[in-house]
């Protein structure tokens, strides 16, 4: 499983930003795409995910309602809207592809290589 990540870049707060993870070779234990993020000095948290077939959808609690994570099982695309951002939100975006719909950086067994997202103040 191959997963590029995009759409980043330096946004003033308030802008919005919409991320694309394109994912190519999935298989069947492919059944979630996730967005994690890790800010400088700071452990890999956990931002949204998204079951490819139902389209069943768990956010973190810490971004309430800033975030839409959506796919387009037609492209194996999986996108995360940001709304209203925050230079707190400053971090490189990481897309994921597990097996669980789980907020838990151990469900994920594939990672794209980042994106990185700047928010000025």
């Known amino acids: 499983v191959q997963l590029q990540a995009s759409g980043g870049g330096l946004v003033q707060a308030g802008g919005s930003l919409r991320l694309s993870c394109a994912a190519s070779?999935?298989?069947?234990?492919?059944?979630?795409a996730g967005w994690f993020r890790q800010a400088p000095g700071k452990e890999r948290e956990f931002v949204a995910a998204?079951?490819?077939?139902?389209?069943?959808?768990l956010y973190t609690d810490s971004v309430p309602g800033r975030l839409t994570i959506s796919r387009d099982n037609a492209k194996n695309t999986v996108y995360l809207q940001m709304f209203s951002l925050k230079p707190e939100d400053t971090a490189v975006y990481y897309c994921?592809?597990?097996?669980?719909?789980?907020?838990?950086?151990?469900?994920?067994?594939?990672w794209g290589q980042g994106t990185q997202v700047t928010v000025s103040s």
């Open positions: 994921a592809e597990g097996g669980v719909l789980s907020d838990s950086v151990s469900e994920y067994d594939y």
């Open positions: 070779g999935r298989t069947f234990s492919t059944y979630v």
């Open positions: 998204i079951t490819w077939s139902s389209g069943n959808s």
